[in-house]
């Protein structure tokens, strides 16, 4: 059974908003039958059109999925249209005191359909009944089971600092029915990753041997750890002598044949973002 | 809250009779049986009657049961052996329904240079015997099919499937968790050569179940490092466990015709009145021949997680082919192998009764499950002509 807090089971025993609104300013539809679960979200607003009076959910899914919808109808009460598309789906679950990880899918589907919402009421007239995928990132189709682009992906991986294949799954569930999509998830995930280092530059000017070693941590920890757990791997740091920092390969990364390669890769990643002069030496451990 | 137990698919309770049965062998009898000292002898002695007794209830000799941890181990043990006894033949037959720890292993198989044929079902999860005929050919190693459905209940004519098997000279194992206990099992005018039972689906603990080999089958053991069980299955025994298996299947062979009696009349009594009392409801496999104490029924636009919650509150303890109680995110394997609709699919609940279950326990869920129901459905943006009918 699933381990839902007390807040998750009070909103799927008793969930606020449920029904529709005859004269919604705006409507927005997620999911479908087939996939399991799905979401119709109606906003009214205020005679100024400016905030959101009213919200109600209909809602076909699971526990989680009912929780998730009455808490985002909660949350948007109140708001203006860009406050609301403020909310994220960390928020949502949040709000609910946390979600299992194979049910955050749930939140983003909320956080999704309120998007939607927003975008056609903006865009032009509220759409009527329409069950497919709504989703307006623009991108290739990339989970064809669920009909997800590789736009609305990348940004799910992004906010929510998503490290592997699996991880998707539970947020997105892209790649959970065939599994076909795994390995192009893996690359938008390395993507990702690229692009945020790009970002945010880490490599200071001038370091003290305590600060060097504090940053090869750092760094193998956020940087390189999680790339290799992607691909079912991992590396423990054995030791740190002078510039020499000594490694040791866990899991999938263990034995593997490409292991000279991915000790390659730690030191170049290393040598990017803590010192030029670093090597790394792979030793048993 | 009493609970109201209808998942006897899942596991069943331990009997009081079972229990106290194995009661002394934790702390007073604990002698190993393999021991030269009366001590262990005298639990040796209750060891043979357990196997004598296990024996009885299938119609085998004691001499072809081996005692193994679970129905799981059972199944990898009867297929690899199959496996090792030919190793030139590379084709192994199992169906598209089977237990995942038949179907993962045999998945496994053909990822090393097995080839693995997954015998389809119809919509109502019957086996298409025609494709079995096609399918096996003298390089079959093993023919792999289960007595009876977990999820639905249904039964295959595996009387039919053995004698097919047979005449191609592979070997014919078949999953019989469900089944015993529930119906009549005969190995004495069998066509089966290894069965696969589970202790705790017969009110015996977790952790004991047995193979069966019949006698004069060729069998390599998956587990060796011990005289244990002829050599077959090595590791000194669940002594405690045996013995309850034993008892489990002795009261076993005592209830059968109450199953077929009584349980049946309740279970054909549940999904009557759910039927009548719910519009857009279907039972999975309800054409089929089915165990006595299985209903599968798929509520239209309702999802089968949330049902289920909202029974539990109600102490109401079933279980469902919904993906989003396992974590993963498609119906079970079964109802997309019988391709039940995907309105459905994901909104279907299985109540498994036992000879515990009372008429009373069927009245709650009666009472309660159309209105769960119809609160899933009022949520639902989806079928909503259907609250009219209700």
Known sequence: MWDYTDKVKEHFMNPRNVGDIADADAVGEVGSLACGDALKLFIKLDEKKE????????TFGCGSAIASSSALTEMVKGKTLDEALQITNQEIAEYLGGLPEEKMHCSVMGQEALEVAIAKYRGGPVPTHDHGHEHEQ????????????????KKVIAQNRLHTAEQVTHFTKAGGACGGCIPKIRELIAEVLGEQQKLEPKRPERLTNLRKMQLIQEVLENEVR???WADGGDLELIDIAGNNVQIAFRKACAGCASSGYTARFVEQKLRELVADDITVEEVQG | MKEIYLDNNATTRVDDAVFEE?????????????????????????VDEARQRVAALIGAHPEEIIFTACGTESDNAAIRSALEVFPNKRHVITTRVEHPAVLTL???LSKHGYRVTELNVDGEGRLDIDELRSAIDENTAIVS????NNETGVIFPIEEIGSIVKEKGALFHTDAVQAVGKIPLNMAESTIDMLSLSGHKLHAPKGIGILYVRKGIPFRPLLVGGHQEKSRRAG???TASIIALGKACEIAGDHLVDENTRVKAMRDRLERELLRLIPAARINGGQAERLPNTLSIAFEFVEGELILLYLSELGICASSGSACTSGSLEPSHVL?????PFTCAHGSIRFSLSRFTTDEEIDTVIRELPQIIRRGREMSPFGREILQQS
């Open chain 1, 226 to 228: 999680p790339q290799l």
């Open chain 2, 22 to 46: 194995m009661r002394p062998y934790f702390c007073e009898l604990y002698g190993n049986p393999s021991s030269m000292h009366y001590f262990g002898g005298q639990v040796q002695k209750k």
């Open chain 2, 106 to 108: 045999c998945r496994g």
């Open chain 1, 51 to 58: 905030r959101i009076v009213d919200a109600k959910f209909q």
């Open chain 2, 145 to 148: 099919v289960m007595y009876a």
């Open chain 1, 138 to 153: 623009e991108g290739e189709i990339v989970c064809k089971c669920f009909g997800l682009t590789d736009g609305f992906l």
């Open chain 2, 236 to 238: 000194t025994e669940n």
């Open chain 2, 336 to 340: 997309r192998a019988m391709g039940v």
